[in-house]
């Protein structure tokens, strides 16, 4: 609970905060009476301005005072129950985590036997249920849009509705990747694939791979440099590796750009794509809601 | 200054004064006559209303029902969403208008006869009579001992009030859970926490306020009755004692010719202290305490009736008019003057501004959110996307189609499944995409229009303007 760095601070509060309301009550019960100066006229307060605007003593009612003794006596209990002086904690042992996690406990309990009906299915039949599918949409649009686009069509992250999958796009590579996330690495290729002229035949031979304006004489410079280093990991065909996940460089799906600065900057510096694991941080239940989801998007005649 | 006088003892040596005062009871007494009927008119008009409203049905809901949860307003056929606090705004402001303008008129007319605090402490002395008795009975009885029948009328007395004070709570939680369900679930004994706490707040609010604290509502609380009197002038309407008329006051007996007797009309009989409920003297002049309610009016020209004397010594009339004689035409010509006038031009203009406004609403909203982390992306095509969410609300308690088509740059297209159904009262999140051709527009941002529109009917449409971005 205390977060002080030395128990003065409690004593310091404390002392502060019960000392304030003391002086309080004594300021109340000193000025629950006045003295009337000599000979006053009855009412007044003695204060006249413009000769004669005098200020009239209008009491306020009695039980008004006593709501302010109420207010003291209220804060006393108050601080016993609740932390209030340093880092006394109160009688009820209130703190506001507690209280964030009963709530949780609370929305768990009642949306878990929604969430549970849709774990005992099978992903393809939770796709084809439309409140399922509503469900997810507003799950995706809360995780999941920042990198892939509110329509789920791509921006930082990959587009979701093609059927390009570099992982594989059935229902549980689907759940695998949301659950454990993935880290696709393109290691920079600069210095192995030589100077800056070569860097560009190669990143025109990538080009001519899917039928993109190209250099013809450049591209046939690059095509040697590709077979002898960026097969290995494309393939000699430029279609990629299923089991190294590596990108089909045929297609015209490209997730960082497809012009020629973008495909040098790509092998010069590499690529980093992280889709961070959701293990622990969504449960069981809104994974399985977001990959049926996400499958659906694919599959154009369930949608 | 009267009531601090006892308390200041008449030496010369410095006293101790009190600064909190003990109340003294008011024992208003009952009185009939014309503003008395006016008053009753009222109490019932408006309680009629308050009770009966929560009961009334429209297509199958509530009436009037504030959702709160749902975040909805239903008002007969409207249904306000938070999107349209602007209407409650313009309500808040037609009504401290209104006031402003009644109160520059005619005074205290609100306080006097429809502020609630008013007419539940009517319904709750209709009570205290109706068990009690009235003025001296009552005195009578709160001095007496404390004997059997003392207590039988007190428990009889507070019970009623309670159970009134319970209704009223319950009616006011009817107007935020629906009563219909309400009304069972309290039967049942079968309440949530919240309903339970709210029906005895307000329940205690009412008994407290209407049986107990009364006139200090007014004299201490509220704040209407102390800003009041910077609308007042010399020509608002007030409640008069016509001292010229009626001073020196005295004792007389019918038949004497008062006026050789150096009298003035008034008896001096204390009808209209003994009938106000703050328990102020209207003899002495305006005051604050007043909240004009004419009590003291009905129970003077009863008074001046059995004397045989001419109504009106206590009366509606204006400062100017008791001191400048006016006639009633005068006090009316002078009801016309820049205050009311600027007064009455705001309100009518405001007024005006509401109901246009609510005449014009469409029950159709729309937001536009563009998404942030990625401003433009390439399609497989070389095309330029940008996505958009659309968040279209259906105010009305029928399903909508709705059409989507989007403006701003030459050949752009709009990417969305289409027609869309929106159900009844729902709010929907619609992804789109806009698409251009990068050659058609110049990199930066270029502004563009989406347009919702309802399928069948053209007249429930919304305009919502956003951002397409341009690598």
């Given at each position: 609970m205390s977060d002080f760095s030395s128990d003065f601070w409690t004593f310091y509060i404390g002392l502060i905060t019960v000392v304030s309301i003391i002086a309080c009550a004594l300021l109340l019960?000193?000025?629950?009476?006045?003295?009337?100066?000599?000979?006053?006229?009855?009412?007044?307060?003695?204060?006249?301005?413009?000769?004669?605007?005098?200020?009239?003593?209008?009491?306020?009612?009695?039980?008004?005072?006593?709501?302010?003794?109420?207010?003291?006596?209220?804060?006393?209990?108050?601080?016993?129950?609740?932390?209030?002086?340093?880092?006394?904690?109160?009688?009820?042992?209130?703190?506001?985590?507690?209280?964030?996690?009963?709530?949780?406990?609370?929305?768990?309990?009642?949306?878990?036997?929604?969430?549970?009906?849709?774990?005992?299915?099978?992903?393809?039949?939770?796709?084809?249920?439309?409140?399922?599918?509503?469900?997810?949409?507003?799950?995706?649009?809360?995780?999941?849009?920042?990198?892939?686009?509110?329509?789920?069509?791509?921006?930082?992250?990959?587009?979701?509705?093609?059927?390009?999958?570099?992982?594989?796009?059935?229902?549980?590579?689907?759940?695998?990747?949301?659950?454990?996330?993935?880290?696709?690495?393109?290691?920079?290729?600069?210095?192995?694939?030589?100077s800056e002229e070569d860097i560009k035949d190669v990143a025109n031979y990538v080009r001519s791979l899917s039928g993109l304006a190209h250099d013809a004489s450049r591209?046939?410079?690059?095509?040697?440099?590709?077979?002898?280093?960026?097969?290995?990991?494309?393939?000699?065909?430029?279609?990629?590796?299923?089991?190294?996940?590596?990108?089909?460089?045929?297609?015209?799906?490209?997730?960082?750009?497809?012009?020629?600065?973008?495909?040098?900057?790509?092998?010069?510096?590499?690529?980093?794509?992280?889709?961070?694991?959701?293990?622990?941080?969504?449960?069981?239940?809104?994974?399985?809601?977001?990959?049926?989801?996400?499958?659906s998007l694919s599959q154009p005649h369930r949608q | 200054?009267?009531?601090?006088?006892?308390?200041?003892?008449?030496?010369?040596?410095?006293?101790?004064?009190?600064?909190?005062?003990?109340?003294?009871?008011?024992?208003?007494?009952?009185?009939?006559?014309?503003?008395?009927?006016?008053?009753?008119?009222?109490?019932?008009?408006?309680?009629?209303?308050?009770?009966?409203?929560?009961?009334?049905?429209?297509?199958?809901?509530q009436a009037v029902l504030f959702d709160l949860a749902a975040r909805k307003f239903y008002i007969f056929g409207l249904v306000v969403w938070p999107q349209d606090f602007i209407f409650l705004t313009m309500l808040l402001i037609i009504a401290a208008l209104s006031l402003f303008l009644f109160t520059a008129v005619a005074g205290r007319l609100w306080c006097g006869y429809a502020c609630p605090q008013t007419v539940y402490t009517e319904i709750f002395l209709w009570i205290e009579r109706f068990i009690e008795g009235d003025r001296m009975q009552r005195m009578r009885l709160d001095q007496g001992a404390l004997d059997t029948r003392k207590l039988f009328k007190k428990t009889f007395k507070h019970l009623a009030w309670i159970a009134l004070a319970l209704w009223t709570g319950f009616t006011f939680v009817g107007y935020f859970t629906?009563?219909?369900?309400?009304?069972?679930?309290?039967?049942?004994?079968?309440?949530?926490?919240?309903?339970?706490?709210?029906?005895?707040?307000?329940?205690?609010?009412?008994?407290?306020?209407?049986?107990?604290?009364?006139?200090?509502?007014?004299?201490?609380?509220c704040p209407y009755a102390r800003f009041q009197s910077v609308m007042f002038d010399s020509d608002t309407l007030i409640i008069t004692y016509d001292a010229q008329r009626g001073e020196p006051r005295g004792s007389r007996s019918k038949s004497a010719d008062y006026k050789a007797a150096g009298l003035g009309a008034c008896v001096d009989c204390g009808i209209c202290v003994q009938v106000c409920p703050t328990g102020i003297d209207i003899r002495n002049g305006l005051q604050y305490e007043c909240i004009g309610c004419a009590a003291c009016i009905d129970g003077c020209d009863r008074v001046m009736d059995k004397m045989g004397y001419a109504h009106g010594l206590i009366r509606y009339s204006t400062e100017n008019a008791v001191r400048g004689g006016y006639r009633d035409r005068d006090i009316v010509r002078h009801v016309l003057r820049p205050r009311t006038l600027v007064y009455s031009a705001i309100l009518l203009a405001i007024a005006t501004a509401f109901l246009a406004l609510l005449y014009l609403r469409v029950p159709l909203k729309v937001d536009v959110i563009r998404d942030r982390a990625t401003l433009v992306r390439e399609t497989t095509d070389g095309l330029l996307e940008n996505v958009y969410r659309l968040?279209?609300?259906?105010?009305?308690?029928?399903?909508?189609?709705?059409?989507?088509?989007?403006?701003?740059?030459?050949?752009?297209?709009?990417?969305?499944?289409?027609?869309?159904?929106?159900?009844?009262?729902?709010?929907?999140?619609?992804?789109?995409?806009?698409?251009?051709?990068?050659?058609?527009?110049?990199?930066?941002?270029?502004?563009?229009?989406?347009?919702?529109?309802?399928?069948?009917?053209?007249?429930?449409?919304?305009?919502?303007?956003?951002?397409?971005?341009?690598?």
């Open positions: 019960y000193s000025y629950s009476t006045a003295r009337a100066a000599k000979g006053d006229e009855a009412g007044t307060t003695g204060h006249v301005w413009d000769e004669d605007l005098a200020e009239k003593n209008n009491p306020l009612p009695r039980w008004w005072m006593w709501m302010f003794y109420l207010t003291i006596i209220f804060s006393l209990i108050y601080l016993a129950l609740y932390p209030g002086l340093g880092s006394y904690a109160g009688a009820f042992g209130w703190s506001s985590r507690q209280q964030y996690d009963d709530e949780q406990k609370q929305a768990a309990a009642l949306y878990g036997p929604i969430f549970d009906g849709y774990l005992k299915q099978d992903i393809k039949a939770v796709a084809d249920d439309p409140k399922a599918h509503a469900i997810g949409q507003r799950l995706f649009l809360n995780y999941c849009a920042q990198c892939h686009g509110s329509d789920a069509g791509g921006g930082v992250g990959p587009n979701l509705r093609d059927d390009v999958w570099l992982y594989g796009g059935d229902p549980e590579t689907i759940k695998a990747s949301i659950t454990n996330g993935r880290l696709g690495i393109m290691p920079p290729m600069g210095a192995a694939v030589g591209a046939q410079r690059g095509k040697v440099k590709f077979a002898a280093i960026c097969a290995a990991c494309h393939g000699a065909d430029g279609k990629g590796k299923r089991e190294l996940h590596s990108a089909d460089l045929t297609d015209k799906d490209w997730l960082y750009g497809s012009s020629e600065a973008t495909i040098i900057e790509t092998i010069t510096k590499g690529r980093t794509g992280q889709m961070p694991a959701h293990k622990g941080f969504l449960d069981d239940g809104k994974i399985h809601l977001l990959t049926a989801y996400v499958y | 200054m009267s009531q601090l006088q006892p308390r200041l003892a008449p030496v010369n040596s410095p006293v101790e004064v009190d600064l909190y005062e003990v109340r003294r009871e008011i024992y208003p007494r009952a009185v009939r006559g014309w503003f008395a009927s006016w008053r009753v008119a009222l109490v019932l008009l408006t309680q009629v209303v308050f009770y009966g409203t929560a009961w009334l049905s429209w297509n199958g809901r629906p009563i219909r369900t309400l009304a069972p679930e309290v039967a049942g004994v079968s309440l949530g926490p919240w309903e339970t706490f709210w029906i005895l707040f307000y329940g205690f609010a009412t008994y407290g306020n209407a049986g107990w604290m009364r006139e200090q509502v007014c004299k201490y609380m968040q279209i609300m259906n105010t009305a308690e029928r399903p909508r189609t709705v059409l989507i088509t989007a403006s701003g740059i030459e050949g752009m297209r709009l990417i969305v499944p289409q027609p869309i159904d929106v159900p009844a009262a729902t709010m929907l999140t619609v992804p789109v995409a806009l698409r251009i051709d990068s050659a058609t527009a110049s990199p930066g941002s270029h502004p563009v229009r989406f347009h919702i529109e309802d399928s069948t009917d053209p007249r429930v449409r919304a305009d919502e303007k956003s951002m397409f971005y341009v690598r």
